[in-house]
């Protein structure tokens, strides 16, 4: 047993080692990405004369900032913003309370940001918000429970889940409370640019009238469906599964709380609380189209296909809210952060930079990109030096990397390494996975510490991954290996590595894994 561990650490090394040698390779004789011409813009443009003869009352500034939409993001920037002194212009398309199947998790690294924003009453009993302080795992009858690492940390300290509506009505009521913060219902249709500068927005209010505002930035956070992203970035977007979601009622879930993953067939089901009463499920449904819900070939999937695999203790309560009828769909989608540097605006939240819900990382993602912003804008008292500003913010895009690409890489590898496949080597992933996290111990809560947003080194992202693929070899060799498990064990590490490289590539080799070898990572403020 002592020599199989020393060959099995040889093998590890020199796999880490080999692999490294190829990101290194990668990164520095990799081709320079092509940037957009600042001469094509999109149609969601409104170029304004080249003179740039304003009308003094049209081009008159009211805000510091506007920002569009007031989801997660846009209320708390805007509360977060306008507590730093500044007057923020909200304009979102419908300030009724949200009811969406998503968003409805935070991890403990967001509402660590949440208590840095001087947010957190805004995710408490008032909401009915649940703590959350880990997740069980279940696979083949078989569960595991994973704990976050929050003993060094004070006791309120943990996960929140909630009503998404309930938490965004929070935010934006804490928001609008403020006398620097008007908050108005209003659909953005177009940027205005004036010699490649965002100006502010054209909008139509509650009443149907277009308006123009006018701030020296414009801060774009409309939401996965953006329309104005285009304007900002090459966006990539991306739609691996959909989530048909349930409201269980009145039912305690195995381990009360925490989150539940079930790694089904064909992809996970989640459960997790979202108030003292209710438990929100989600059934993941890998591609673009799920069953009809109005021809009942939804009831009949949810009821022959899904229902077989819930844990005895949610059966009856899953079948009930089935029965019930409320069912919902959305689609998933992931989207690489790809911005196109504009002076006068940039963009956050969803509109931004999507990844899988599946690990619950956006809103913690989100909430870290509003401090780094705070914090890079908090020594400036004028933002009107629009090309200045814009030079210094490129520095947000390589600061944010080892939250944001942390997160998004393993909410993009654990959704692929959790989905059913037909590989016996993606098998082979996926059971070693549930082993290994079954391990307790480092091999446990390494892990849960990337999940929970509480740990943003990506370095420990990678080794983590590989130990899981290494430690799926080690059991294919175990206790002697032959022809046919060493083959597929080579064929278990090229799996492994043709899930994590990818999205490595989408998140940046060098932004991800050596942000200080990036110029903008040490930009300064603009003088005045």
């Keep these: 047993m002592v020599s199989y561990e020393y060959v099995l650490g040889g093998v590890l090394v020199s796999l880490l080692g080999s692999v490294f040698f190829m990101i290194i390779t990668t990164t520095l004789s990799g081709k320079k990405q092509v940037k957009a011409s600042s001469g094509v813009k999109s149609k969601r443009f409104v170029r304004m004369p080249p003179n740039g003869e304003f009308q003094p009352e049209m081009e008159e500034k009211s805000a510091d900032v506007v920002i569009v939409g007031a989801g997660v993001a846009g209320a708390a920037l805007a509360y977060t913003l306008a507590k730093e002194g500044r007057r923020i212009h909200v304009i979102e398309r419908d300030l009724s309370e949200p009811d969406r199947i998503v968003g409805e998790l935070l991890q403990p690294g967001g509402y660590l940001k949440l208590i840095e924003l001087g947010l957190e009453d805004c995710a408490n009993e008032s909401i009915d918000a649940q703590k959350v302080f880990g997740y069980a795992l279940y696979k ?42 008007k908050l108005e219902q209003g659909t953005v249709t177009t940027l205005i640019e004036e010699k490649g500068t965002i100006k502010g927005v054209i909008y139509k209010n509650k009443a149907g009238e277009e308006l123009r505002t006018y701030a020296p930035l414009t801060i ?90 819930i844990p005895p203790q949610l059966y009856n309560a899953f079948m009930a809210a089935v029965n019930k009828g409320n069912i919902r769909t959305m689609q998933n989608k992931s989207m690489a952060a790809n911005p196109l540097p504009t002076p006068g605006a940039i963009l956050l939240g969803d509109s931004f930079n999507m990844r899988h819900p599946l690990t619950g990382g956006g809103m913690t993602v989100a909430l870290s990109d509003i401090v780094l912003l705070r914090n890079l804008l908090r020594p400036l008292r004028d933002l009107n030096d629009a090309p200045a500003l814009c030079n210094y913010l490129e520095s947000f895009y390589t ?69 899981v693929a290494i430690y799926g070899v080690g059991r294919l060799m175990f206790p002697f290996p032959s022809p046919k498990s060493m083959w597929l064990g080579a064929r278990l590490i090229l799996s492994a590595s043709g899930i994590l490289f990818p999205i490595i590539k989408g998140e940046g080799v060098r932004q991800m894994f050596f942000p200080a070898t990036m110029p903008a990572y040490y930009r300064s403020p603009p003088l005045h």
């Design 140 to 181: 083949d009858g078989k569960d595991t429970k994973l704990s976050y690492p929050l003993e060094n940390y004070s006791s309120d300290v943990a996960g929140r889940s909630f009503h998404n509506g309930r938490f965004i009505q929070r935010m934006r009521e804490k928001a609008a409370n403020l006398s620097n913060v």
């Design 399 to 467: 600061l944010r990397k080892p939250v944001s690409s942390t997160i998004n890489t393993l909410a993009g590898a654990l959704y692929q390494v959790f989905c059913a496949s037909p590989d016996p080597a993606r098998q082979e992933i996926r059971e070693a996975c549930f082993a290994y996290l079954s391990l307790g111990g480092i091999c446990s809560s390494g892990p849960v510490s990337l999940l929970s947003g509480l740990n943003s080194r990506p370095l420990h992202l990678f080794l983590h991954f590989f130990a």
């Design 220 to 309: 774009v956070c409309d939401g996965c469906f953006s329309n104005l992203r285009k304007s900002l970035s090459a966006p990539k977007v991306e739609s691996p599964s959909c989530f048909v979601g349930l409201v269980l009622e009145n039912c305690d879930l195995p381990h009360a709380n925490h989150g539940h993953v079930i790694l089904g067939d064909p992809s996970p089901i989640l459960f997790y609380p979202i108030s003292s009463t209710q438990v929100r499920c989600l059934v993941d449904v890998p591609g673009t189209k799920v069953p009809s819900i109005a021809s009942g070939e939804m009831v009949k999937y949810l009821k022959t296909k899904v229902a077989p695999q």
